[in-house]
């Protein structure tokens, strides 16, 4: 009797396995066919299976009818990325469970190359980065930025190294606004070799000093850079600018003085060249600096804009010093420190006119040349630029 009930648990269990995988060949034919959500039912019923559960080639059937369904939802919303995720999660958890050098492993790892008949493709995880490629492209051209991104991440998960996907989801995370994000795919990109890496330290740069505001670690960021490109003239720039937000004067002078040797007429470097100058008091060696940078670029803004600032500042010195004289010496010396003064003064328009050209809706460029021309006693071009400004900001535009 003994051997009979055993007999008929073994028959039973065979038949439960047996069950069971016929479930999983099941599967596999509505996977081929394209019933994928009577697939996908199937399939974790196997799993559930201590037999078919526990074979790899089960939850290699999973991952890649999930991939079929992510493929085949041309919506290209959040519940579509969900089901590439699922995919992405179930061939980890399966090349985790059989390793790489198995069967399964290299069946998981296949290389697909793009534009083989669909009947052909392996559906491996290199199938769920091309056509998660594929959707970020198609999102892309659709101006749908956020759903772009969130395809190439799914990508760029998939395959660290591919450098492509990681530029254009850097790219795209930082046009967001997702620093984060950005810094993440900007540093697996810094973490390439052979990979031309200029562009990716700029955007690292640029989100650590302007974004996050921590100019230690942006420093840092451009020391590497410029060991691995040591001739770049704008990774020069950047750490002149960084070791002024430092205020490290003198590591900022002795950079400036480099650059220059390697570069005279870069405008950016003269102009952090006069700042530092001004600092440090040599107000005619600033002015200097502006006025060159505008002389290299005549519409350089910045240029104009400190060469006519300065030239304005060492006039108001003037008379605030021939104010501070006792009236003996302010009769003796008003007319020429006067005469002095509005050289300064006249001598500031070219650059602030230039200023304007430039931006001509700034009102308060328009403000000083309302003064300058005021303290000149030109009548009619203190008066042109009073018109402006009531028209611009109403007829009291001087309480501002």
Same mark, same amino acid.
């Given at each position: 009797?003994?051997k009979?009930?055993?007999?008929?648990?073994?028959?039973g269990?065979?038949?439960?396995?047996?069950?069971?995988?016929?479930?999983?060949?099941?599967?596999?034919?509505?996977?081929?066919?394209?019933?994928?959500?009577?697939?996908?039912?199937?399939?974790?019923?196997?799993?559930?299976?201590p037999?078919?559960?526990?074979?790899?080639?089960?939850?290699?059937?999973?991952a890649?009818?999930? %991939?079929?369904?992510?493929?085949?939802?041309?919506?290209?919303?959040?519940?579509?990325?969900?089901k590439?995720?699922?995919?992405?999660?179930?061939?980890?958890?399966?090349?985790?469970?059989?390793?790489a050098?198995?069967?399964?492993?290299?069946?998981?790892l296949?290389?697909?190359?793009?534009?083989?008949?669909?009947?052909?493709?392996?559906?491996?995880?290199?199938?769920?980065?091309n056509?998660?490629?594929?959707?970020?492209?198609?999102?892309?051209?659709?101006?749908d930025?956020?759903?772009?991104?969130?395809?190439?991440?799914?990508?760029?998960?998939?395959?660290?190294?591919?450098?492509?996907?990681?530029?254009? #989801?850097?790219?795209?995370?930082?046009?967001?606004?997702?620093?984060?994000d950005?810094?993440k795919?900007?540093?697996?990109? %810094?973490?390439?070799?052979?990979?031309n890496?200029?562009?990716?330290?700029y955007?690292?740069?640029?989100i650590?000093?302007?974004?996050?505001?921590?100019?230690?670690?942006?420093?840092?960021?451009?020391?590497? #850079?410029?060991?691995?490109?040591?001739?770049d003239?704008?990774?020069?720039?950047?750490?002149i600018?960084?070791?002024?937000?430092?205020?490290?004067?003198?590591?900022?002078?002795?950079?400036i003085?480099?650059?220059?040797?390697?570069?005279?007429?870069?405008?950016?470097?003269?102009l952090?060249?006069?700042?530092?100058?001004?600092?440090s008091?040599?107000i005619?060696?600033?002015?200097?600096?502006?006025?060159?940078?505008?002389q290299?670029?005549?519409?350089?803004?910045?240029?104009?804009?400190?060469?006519?600032? %300065?030239?304005?500042?060492?006039?108001?010195?003037?008379?605030?010093?021939?104010?501070?004289?006792?009236?003996?010496?302010?009769?003796?010396r008003?007319?020429s420190?006067?005469?002095?003064?509005?050289?300064?003064?006249?001598?500031?328009?070219?650059?602030?006119?230039?200023?304007?050209?430039l931006?001509?809706?700034?009102t308060?460029?328009?403000?000083?040349?309302?003064q300058?021309?005021?303290?000149l006693?030109?009548?009619?071009?203190?008066?042109?630029?009073?018109?402006?400004?009531?028209? %611009?900001l109403?007829?009291?535009?001087?309480?501002?």
């Open positions: 009797m003994k009979l009930i055993l007999s008929l648990v073994l028959v269990a065979t038949t439960l396995a047996f069950g069971q995988k016929k479930v999983v060949r099941s599967a596999e034919k509505n996977f081929k066919s394209g019933d994928l959500a009577t697939a996908l039912s199937e399939v974790n019923t196997a799993l559930q299976d037999e078919t559960g526990a074979d790899p080639e089960t939850h290699l059937l999973k890649k009818i999930q %991939l079929k369904m992510f493929g085949s939802d041309s919506s290209n919303t959040m519940e579509t990325l969900e590439g995720q699922a995919s992405y999660e179930t061939f980890q958890q399966t090349l985790e469970k059989a390793g050098s198995s069967k399964v492993g290299e069946a998981i296949e290389d697909d190359i793009p534009g083989v008949p669909e009947n052909l493709r392996p559906y491996s995880i290199n199938t769920l980065k056509t998660s490629f594929d959707k970020a492209i198609t999102q892309y051209n659709e101006d930025f956020e759903m772009a991104y969130e395809f190439f991440n799914l990508a760029g998960e998939v395959d660290k190294s591919d450098t492509t996907i990681h530029y254009n #989801a850097g790219f795209l995370a930082n046009d967001l606004g997702r620093f984060e950005a810094k795919h900007f540093g697996y990109l %810094l973490e390439i070799p052979e990979y890496k200029l562009n990716a330290y955007f690292m740069v640029q650590l000093s302007t974004e996050e505001k921590n100019p230690e670690a942006a420093y840092d960021i451009v020391m590497a #850079a410029r060991e691995d490109y040591p001739s003239k704008i990774l020069a720039e950047y750490e600018q960084l070791l002024l937000q430092l205020n490290k004067m003198d590591e900022a002078m002795a950079q003085k480099e650059a220059l040797a390697n570069d005279p007429e870069n405008t950016s470097i003269l952090r060249s006069g700042y530092l100058k001004e600092q008091g040599d005619d060696g600033a002015l200097a600096d502006y006025k060159k940078s505008v290299v670029d005549p519409d350089f803004y910045e240029g104009n804009y400190y060469a006519g600032a %300065l030239l304005l500042e060492k006039s108001r010195e003037i008379l605030a010093e021939l104010n501070s004289l006792s009236d003996a010496e302010w009769e003796k008003s007319e420190m006067g005469k002095e003064a509005n050289q300064y003064y006249s001598d500031a328009i070219p650059y602030f006119e230039k200023s304007l050209e931006r001509p809706d700034d308060d460029i328009m403000g000083i040349l309302y300058i021309h005021t303290r006693k030109n009548t009619a071009e203190a008066e042109k630029y009073n018109n402006k400004l009531i028209e %611009l109403g007829p009291n535009w001087m309480e501002r």
